[in-house]
């Protein structure tokens, strides 16, 4: 990866010196993000523990069957993997520049303010399962592990792995024991949605989100610390390790929940609540499965121009932020009873090709608003908010 020179290296990094990896990984993970989110817009069907109708039809539940093995809880840790690395990276750049210790942590805490800040506005807008408000929350609670030995950082990845088993036991229990309701997405009323979307993000985002995402951030720290995504080639066998053994482990632990929120299996609560903990925990695992896979794809373009799809699949990555949003826009356009009110006239099969053709639509976005080193409205209000008019 090359190195921005020291003048500009206080700011955020140019779009031009930045690893392939990274924003490769953001762009394709913003897919999944996605169709993860869409068929929570959707109202009037019973719904399991991912919150997929129990009654679809045979094309909605393979639909869910495929999300919850391969999409559901995997994508969230792969972002919080990857915010974790940024974080390091946007410190290393900062010590470089001739920044001390406390200077830097003051940065990161500002970044990390603001994007708590951006989470509450989304949840207050748009959508109440923003992620931003937890990535904000662990940026200011954990930032100073950035500088902490990798003993240190493992040793908290562990512990929050152990937390993260105990916060999804409570919510699966929650989730068997409460009546079903529409989400805040699905509410005719938009003062009634608006209400309920601020109630479940100041509660999901500390809890829910937070712990969530916790030991990924903690691994993606420790990830950088050995630049395995800047420099993939180094770390083949690495990468190699963690991509095979956590797909495997992410699909065979997302079985068991699959098959109950697909009604081809009814156990009692007492097995549901267990196969809901371990469909998350692996998720984590496969979270860094998909980022080395990832790395090992962007290994084998080193050393050659990327093609135009990968080129806008990067810059998609660079505008993630924006992206991010403007899905969550679009949906409540396409979905929400007060605008397009699609939520209670399709499925879930229908909802995801919604959301994959929202996706390529930010995707052609970004490729063509993206050369030239152009940034994101949303990515470029953060880094005035973070660094100030550099």
């Not at 100073?144 to 993260?164: N, P, Q, S, T, Y």
């Amino acid at each position: 990866m090359s190195i921005a020179p020291p003048a500009s290296a206080r700011g955020a990094t140019p779009v031009t010196h930045r690893a392939l990896a990274p924003d490769l990984a953001r762009g394709l993970m913003l897919l999944l993000i996605a169709v993860a989110h869409a068929h929570m817009y959707l109202s009037g069907h019973e719904t399991g523990f991912r919150g997929y109708a129990l009654d679809g039809g045979a094309l909605d539940r393979l639909t869910a069957g495929v999300q919850i093995l391969l999409v559901d809880g995997r994508a969230l840790p792969m972002f919080a993997a990857l915010f974790g690395y940024g974080l390091v990276q946007l410190t290393n750049r900062q010590l470089a520049a001739g920044r001390s210790w406390p200077q830097v942590r003051a940065v990161l805490r500002r970044r990390s303010l603001w994007l708590l800040a951006f989470g509450f506005c989304h949840a207050l807008l748009l959508f109440f399962g923003d992620i931003l408000g937890a990535y904000g929350l662990i940026g200011l609670v954990l930032a100073g592990f950035v500088r902490r030995e990798d003993r240190v950082v493992l040793r908290a990845a562990v512990i929050g792995l152990a937390l993260h088993v105990v916060v999804m036991a409570a919510f699966g229990l929650l989730t068997v024991s409460a009546p079903k309701g529409d989400t805040p997405a699905a509410m005719a009323d938009p003062i009634e949605a608006t209400v309920m979307r601020l109630i479940g993000w100041s509660g999901m985002t500390p809890t829910y989100f937070a712990v969530g995402v916790v030991p990924a951030f903690l691994f993606g720290i420790w990830a950088a610390r050995r630049h395995v995504l800047e420099d993939p080639a180094r770390h083949r066998d690495l990468l190699s390790r963690v991509a095979v053994t956590g797909t495997g482990l992410a699909v065979v632990g997302g079985v068991p929940l699959m098959l109950i929120d697909t009604r081809i299996w009814t156990p009692s609560d007492m097995v549901a609540v267990p196969a809901y903990v371990l469909h998350s925990v692996t998720g984590i695992a496969g979270g860094l499965a998909y980022a080395a896979i990832i790395g090992l794809a962007a290994d084998r373009m080193r050393g050659g121009r990327p093609g135009r799809a990968v080129r806008a699949l990067v810059a998609c990555g660079q505008w993630s932020l924006t992206c991010y949003l403007l899905q969550s826009v679009i949906f409540v356009a396409v979905f929400a009873p007060y605008a397009g009110g699609l939520s209670t006239r399709v499925g879930d099969a229908a909802a995801s090709g919604i959301a994959v053709t929202t996706w390529l639509a930010t995707v052609v976005l970004a490729a063509a608003l993206a050369p030239g080193g152009r940034r994101g409205p949303a990515e470029a209000a953060l880094r005035r908010l973070t660094y100030g008019r550099r």
